[in-house]
Nanobody, 124 residues
Framework: QVQLVESGGGLVQAGGSLRLSCAASGRTFSSYAMGWFRQAPGKEREFVAAISWSGGNTYYAASVKGRFTISRDNAKNTLYLQMNSLKPEDTAVYYC?????????????????WGQGTQVTVSS
């Protein structure tokens, strides 16, 4: 079992930056691929970024590629999402998720554990 707790959300002006963190419990964090998803009001949850268990492979949604960077520190059981050049359309609740088994990184249905989410609001 993995418990995930996100932090680092907040209110920022367009063009600004935020760094999200996701702290994981348990000693098996390094066994999981990890992802970030987001959900804006009235919209479906969407994939943002993912990273393999080793950190050697990363994946991004087209809408954030070049602006967001996903990383992990397995020694600290922590996942990060550095978000730069933020836009109002990035406003959403951001969730981290853990995936134990192989399969698409882009599908939220394949992730086994989810955090409670952290709100990111980008003002214009």
């Amino acid at each position: 079992q993995v418990q995930l707790v996100e932090s680092g959300g907040g209110l920022v002006q367009a063009g600004g930056s935020l760094r999200l963190s996701c702290a994981a419990s348990g000693r098996t964090f390094s066994s999981y691929a990890m992802g970030w998803f987001r959900q804006a009001p009235g919209k479906e949850r969407e994939f943002v970024a993912a990273i393999s268990w080793s950190g050697g492979n990363t994946y991004y949604a087209a809408s954030v590629k070049g602006r967001f960077t996903i990383s992990r520190d397995n020694a600290k059981n922590t996942l990060y999402l550095q978000m730069n050049s933020l836009k109002p359309e990035d406003t959403a609740v951001y969730y981290c998720a853990a995936k134990r088994y192989s399969g698409s990184y882009y599908s939220g249905s394949l992730y086994d554990y989810w955090g409670q989410g952290t709100q990111v609001t980008v003002s214009s």
